[in-house]
């Protein structure tokens, strides 16, 4: 049997002589050794700091990589939760964003209450796997979890701003109104609660959008989420910041100490001008320390026979009247531009320039806004008219009045709306909250439809304004619009109180050629159905001029169905030293007469123009028929997937019936019908009706 020799005094290093404290064992196994350089052995100390702090160091990284192999066990599972959470999350944020912007707060807060759940239980899942601080740490060394627990923490701050903010913007629809006429200091200060939540959500997207980029990679749900969130996060983050400053001049305008005015227009539709309706009254609201001081409700006539400007008219207003005022100012289809001139026209009255007098905004209210008004508040009763006016009575009642009432004779025929408003406006304060909600509703529905518009001389609030759908401003196509803009604008002169009981259709046909021109063959059918009202002012001939607008560039083809007014002013304008307004001047100075068709051309904001007189009889209906193109150009040409956008613009206080009928250049299809015809019809088109179509060949 093999005897094996016990290693005993073996060292990897042969040496003949060994000096007695040399450390062999850091010298390589063959070398020559010069026993003068040896390397001692360190000295023994029982308490080093250096090792201690070494050996935790080591111990940290020990416990850090068992901790981490731990967790990356579960890394699918967290993947897996955090992808699926962060989709819903951002399909509920989505959700409330929408339903905040169309005042749907009640649903906001749902989605918003979801997301809550959803985000806290991610949290609890993160917490669970990995421990809150234990995470921290670990986040010092892979920031990816860090940023995951960021983006949580940022989350739930977002989401709680967000929840808070419709929170806050419901107490306004509800008390709002209340607060400007009795509590201004309340209303401020939930405006001013609004905006810092605005604030705060915008700055938490902000980093929830950042910390969702260092995540790129960790999922592919993540990945794909994160560039979804950062077109989204431009989108919000653009919103929120118009919405700051739109609040911020809202603010400065609330918490002055000084008196600012905001004038009120009644638009009276039943006599229709191209912003709306006739201004025959309106109301004169001063604001103060963020509350209603006053409110002084004028017959538009009042500020008009204290004007001493003369200014030349608008060119079908000339045989009417002599001179332009504010009465009818309402002129222009672009509401923005109708507000500031009838501004203008105020502030040049003796009524408000002795005093300094300057307005800090118009609104405009078409008649149905006090229709709802009065839903909500129900019958008010004025004792003096022995009348008792609600919803459905308030124009013919009020109209009677104006036209043949007792106030008239007197000189005041607008002294039953004085009357009238303050009654509405105290009543309104002891409505339920049901009804309130009701009128909330209603007036943002309003607003769609462009039956209340704002115009503001602040230039931060007013592109809010723009932004919001508010301003009733027409809209101003890119330089690369490619399509066909269509809307179709009257104006009442001297036509009675008949547009209240005026049928509209539009019926238009759009060819699209192989160069990208545009040839249209439109209708409009107008119905007067006053004939059987019993008050004269509603069975007068609708006297109409219409102006058809058009993409810029178009040309007039033919007319069919139009009048002829021969009657021409007279008044020599420059000999009487008149004025000029610029805005309506540019326009004038565009127009061209085509004597063919007894129908003016010319440009407005941006748009051709047509221009004609269209009469309608009580009891009668006619159809007025136009065709114009519009010429091809270096950004029409047509090419697979290009898209075709029509566009129709309603004006403010005209319903009407909308029928389109869209034809694919030859050749081509349109992919949306898979189909060379598009068709699409509304029975009320909105204020403002878009259709893109993508071009696809056959």
């Given at each position: 049997?093999?005897?094996?020799?016990?290693?005993?005094?073996?060292?990897?290093?042969?040496?003949?002589?060994?000096?007695?404290?040399?450390?062999?064992?850091?010298?390589?196994?063959?070398?020559?050794?010069?026993?003068?350089?040896?390397?001692?052995?360190?000295?023994?100390?029982?308490?080093?700091?250096?090792?201690?702090?070494?050996?935790?160091?080591?111990?940290?990284?020990?416990?850090?990589?068992?901790?981490?192999?731990?967790?990356?066990?579960?890394?699918?599972?967290?993947?897996?939760?955090?992808?699926?959470?962060?989709?819903?999350?951002?399909?509920?944020?989505?959700?409330?964003?929408?339903?905040?912007?169309?005042?749907?707060?009640?649903d906001a807060e749902v989605f918003l209450a979801e997301?809550?759940?959803?985000?806290?239980?991610?949290?609890?899942?993160?917490?669970?796997?990995?421990?809150?601080?234990?995470?921290?740490?670990?986040?010092?060394?892979?920031?990816?979890?860090?940023?995951?627990?960021?983006?949580?923490?940022?989350?739930?701050?977002?989401?709680?701003?967000?929840?808070?903010?419709?929170?806050?913007?419901?107490?306004?629809?509800?008390?709002?109104?209340?607060?400007?006429?009795?509590?201004?200091?309340?209303?401020?200060?939930?405006?001013?609660?609004?905006?810092?939540?605005?604030?705060?959500?915008?700055?938490?997207?902000?980093?929830?959008?950042?910390?969702?980029?260092?995540?790129?990679?960790?999922?592919?749900?993540?990945?794909?989420?994160?560039?979804?969130?950062?077109?989204?996060?431009?989108?919000?983050?653009?919103?929120?910041?118009?919405?700051?400053?739109?609040?911020?001049?809202?603010?400065?305008?609330?918490?002055?100490?000084?008196?600012?005015?905001?004038?009120?227009?009644?638009?009276?539709?039943?006599?229709?001008?191209?912003?709306?309706?006739?201004?025959?009254?309106?109301?004169?609201?001063?604001?103060?320390?963020?509350?209603?001081?006053?409110?002084?409700?004028?017959?538009?006539?009042?500020?008009?026979?204290?004007?001493?400007?003369?200014?030349?008219?608008?060119?079908?207003?000339?045989?009417?009247?002599?001179?332009?005022?504010?009465?009818?100012?309402?002129?222009?289809?672009?509401?923005?531009?109708?507000?500031?001139?009838?501004?203008?026209?105020?502030?040049?009255?003796?009524?408000?320039?002795?005093?300094?007098?300057?307005?800090?905004?118009?609104?405009?209210?078409?008649?149905?806004?006090?229709?709802?008004?009065?839903?909500?508040?129900?019958?008010?009763?004025?004792?003096?008219?022995?009348?008792?006016?609600?919803?459905?009575?308030?124009?013919?009642?009020?109209?009677?009045?104006?036209?043949?009432?007792?106030?008239?004779?007197?000189?005041?025929?607008?002294?039953?709306?004085?009357?009238?408003?303050?009654?509405?406006?105290?009543?309104?304060?002891?409505?339920?909250?049901?009804?309130?909600?009701?009128?909330?509703?209603?007036?943002?529905?309003?607003?769609?439809k462009k039956d209340i518009m704002i115009y503001a001389?602040?230039?931060?609030?007013?592109?809010?304004?723009?932004?919001?759908?508010?301003?009733?401003?027409?809209?101003?196509?890119?330089?690369?619009?490619?399509?066909?803009?269509?809307?179709?604008?009257?104006?009442?002169?001297?036509?009675?109180?008949?547009?209240?009981?005026?049928?509209?259709?539009?019926?238009?046909?759009?060819?699209?050629?192989?160069?990208?021109?545009?040839?249209?063959?439109?209708?409009?059918?107008?119905?007067?159905?006053?004939?059987?009202?019993?008050?004269?002012?509603?069975?007068?001939?609708?006297?109409?001029?219409i102006q058809i607008y058009a993409a810029p560039g178009?040309?007039?083809?033919?007319?069919?169905?139009?009048?002829?007014?021969?009657?021409?002013?007279?008044?020599?304008?420059?000999?009487?030293?008149?004025?000029?307004?610029?805005?309506?001047?540019?326009?004038?100075?565009?127009?061209?007469?085509?004597?063919?068709?007894?129908?003016?051309?010319?440009?407005?904001?941006?748009?051709?123009?047509?221009?004609?007189?269209?009469?309608?009889?009580?009891?009668?209906?006619?159809?007025?028929?136009?065709?114009?193109?519009?010429?091809?150009?270096?950004?029409?040409?047509?090419?697979?997937?290009?898209?075709?956008?029509?566009?129709?613009?309603?004006?403010?206080?005209?319903?009407?019936?909308?029928?389109?009928?869209?034809?694919?250049?030859?050749?081509?299809?349109?992919?949306?019908?898979?189909?060379?015809?598009?068709?699409?019809?509304?029975?009320?088109?909105?204020?403002?009706?878009?259709?893109?179509?993508?071009?696809?060949?056959?």
């Amino acid at each position: 049997m093999e005897k094996r020799v016990p290693r005993k005094n073996i060292q990897p290093v042969l040496v003949d002589v060994k000096k007695p404290d040399g450390n062999y064992g850091r010298i390589s196994r063959i070398e020559t050794v010069n026993l003068s350089k040896v390397p001692r052995a360190p000295a023994f100390k029982f308490f080093s700091v250096g090792k201690i702090a070494f050996g935790i160091v080591v111990s940290a990284l020990v416990l850090i990589a068992l901790w981490a192999g731990a967790a990356f066990l579960r890394a699918g599972e967290i993947k897996k939760a955090f992808a699926g959470g962060v989709l819903n999350i951002a399909g509920n944020f989505s959700l409330s964003i929408q339903a905040l912007k169309e005042t749907r707060f009640g649903d906001a807060e749902v989605f918003l209450a979801e997301n809550d759940k959803e985000l806290r239980n991610m949290k609890n899942i993160m917490d669970r796997t990995y421990g809150s601080e234990a995470l921290k740490i670990f986040g010092f060394f892979i920031p990816r979890f860090r940023n995951a627990a960021d983006i949580l923490e940022d989350a739930i701050e977002l989401n709680s701003s967000v929840m808070n903010l419709a929170s806050e913007l419901e107490a306004l629809t509800l008390d709002g109104m209340k607060n400007f006429q009795t509590n201004g200091a309340l209303l401020i200060q939930n405006i001013s609660a609004i905006r810092s939540e605005i604030s705060g959500a915008g700055s938490k997207l902000e980093s929830v959008r950042n910390n969702l980029a260092a995540l790129r990679g960790f999922s592919d749900s993540l990945s794909e989420y994160e560039q979804n969130i950062s077109g989204e996060y431009l989108k919000y983050s653009g919103e929120l910041n118009k919405a700051d400053i739109f609040l911020g001049g809202i603010l400065g305008v609330l918490r002055s100490n000084e008196e600012r005015h905001i004038a009120v227009l009644f638009q009276n539709t039943a006599e229709i001008r191209p912003g709306g309706g006739f201004v025959g009254s309106y109301a004169d609201i001063i604001v103060q320390n963020g509350q209603m001081k006053s409110m002084d409700v004028r017959d538009i006539y009042d500020p008009d026979g204290q004007l001493d400007l003369k200014i030349v008219p608008p060119q079908e207003i000339k045989t009417m009247s002599t001179d332009w005022g504010a009465r009818d100012a309402n002129w222009f289809f672009d509401f923005p531009s109708s507000a500031r001139a009838i501004l203008f026209f105020l502030e040049n009255s003796k009524m408000y320039s002795e005093r300094d007098v300057k307005f800090d905004a118009a609104v405009g209210l078409n008649i149905n806004v006090f229709e709802s008004f009065l839903s909500a508040t129900g019958p008010i009763e004025l004792e003096d008219y022995k009348l008792a006016i609600d919803n459905k009575n308030f124009l013919k009642e009020i109209q009677r009045e104006v036209e043949t009432g007792a106030d008239k004779r007197a000189g005041e025929p607008k002294r039953i709306l004085k009357t009238l408003a303050p009654l509405a406006l105290e009543k309104m304060n002891s409505v339920s909250e049901l009804e309130r909600e009701a009128l909330a509703k209603s007036i943002f529905e309003h607003v769609a439809k462009k039956d209340i518009m704002i115009y503001a001389k602040d230039n931060n609030i007013q592109s809010s304004l723009v932004s919001s759908g508010v301003a009733g401003e027409t809209l101003d196509l890119p330089n690369s619009f490619w399509g066909s803009y269509l809307a179709v604008v009257n104006a009442n002169i001297a036509g009675g109180k008949t547009d209240v009981f005026m049928e509209q259709s539009v019926d238009a046909r759009v060819d699209v050629d192989s160069e990208g021109g545009v040839f249209t063959d439109l209708s409009v059918n107008r119905k007067h159905t006053g004939n059987k009202e019993k008050d004269p002012w509603w069975r007068e001939t609708n006297k109409n001029f219409i102006q058809i607008y058009a993409a810029p560039g178009s040309s007039l083809v033919s007319v069919k169905g139009n009048d002829v007014k021969n009657i021409v002013s007279k008044f020599d304008y420059e000999a009487e030293g008149y004025e000029t307004y610029p805005e309506l001047k540019k326009i004038e100075d565009s127009k061209i007469y085509s004597s063919s068709y007894q129908t003016w051309a010319f440009q407005a904001f941006g748009k051709s123009v047509f221009g004609t007189w269209f009469n309608v009889q009580a009891g009668k209906e006619r159809v007025f028929s136009i065709k114009f193109e519009t010429p091809p150009s270096d950004k029409t040409a047509v090419a697979k997937g290009r898209v075709f956008t029509f566009i129709f613009e309603s004006q403010s206080g005209v319903s009407s019936k909308l029928k389109v009928a869209i034809s694919a250049p030859l050749g081509y299809i349109w992919e949306e019908s898979r189909s060379p015809f598009f068709n699409y019809e509304t029975s009320g088109a909105a204020a403002r009706e878009m259709i893109y179509l993508t071009l696809g060949k056959r």
